[in-house]
Structures are given as structure tokens and as C-alpha cells.
């Protein structure tokens, strides 16, 4: 029956390729950064979180006063991308 011990021999390497390229898949995901997001951090070297979300200004305490940096200019975080209140409290 070299017929059967074909399709055993061609299933078995099926399953080491599987396994092979499984492999490989998770190394190369594995060496890609995983979503990973970018810092959120200002061109003025301060986070997101010290600017005012409605003015974009930089609240950041700098020698006498504050922070010269009128606009967020980094990374928006994910997180702060918000859906529309649709529990309508206003009109
Ligand atoms: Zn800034
Ligand atoms: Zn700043």
C-alpha cells in the first residue's frame, strides 16, 4: 500500500510546514512592535496630559511662568479620540 504511506508521509510534512511557518509567523510577529503607540509628548518636550484639551495650551510651569507652546503638536493618544455625546445634553 504505497498509496497510504504517501498520504501519510505528504499529511505528516503538511503538518511540519504548519508548524514551521507557524513558527516563523511568530517570530516575525513577535519582532514587529505590537501596536505600540508613540509617546504622546509635545514638541515642546511636554505630555499631552499638561496641555488644555480646548486651547491646546502648554500648562507646564517654566522658569517665571509657563510653558511658551500655544498647541499640542505629538501623538494623539487613541484613547482620547471620543464618540460624540449622544445622550444629547445640550439643544
Ligand atoms: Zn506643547
Ligand atoms: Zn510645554
Known amino acids: 500500500m504505497v498509496s497510504v504511506l504517501a498520504i501519510i508521509l505528504v499529511s505528516g510534512i503538511q503538518v511540519a510546514l504548519g508548524v514551521i511557518v ?17 509617546r504622546p509628548v509635545c514638541g515642546c518636550t511636554h505630555h499631552y496630559s499638561m496641555h488644555d484639551p480646548k486651547t ?9 511662568g509657563e510653558c ?13 479620540y471620543y464618540a460624540p455625546d449622544i445622550t444629547g445634553s445640550g439643544q
Open 22 to 38: 507557524g513558527w516563523v509567523l511568530g517570530q516575525r510577529t513577535r519582532q514587529l512592535p505590537a501596536l505600540e503607540q508613540p
Open 68 to 80: 511658551a507652546c500655544v498647541r499640542y503638536t505629538g501623538p494623539v493618544p487613541l484613547t482620547e
Open 56 to 64: 491646546g495650551e502648554c500648562q507646564v510651569a517654566v522658569g517665571d
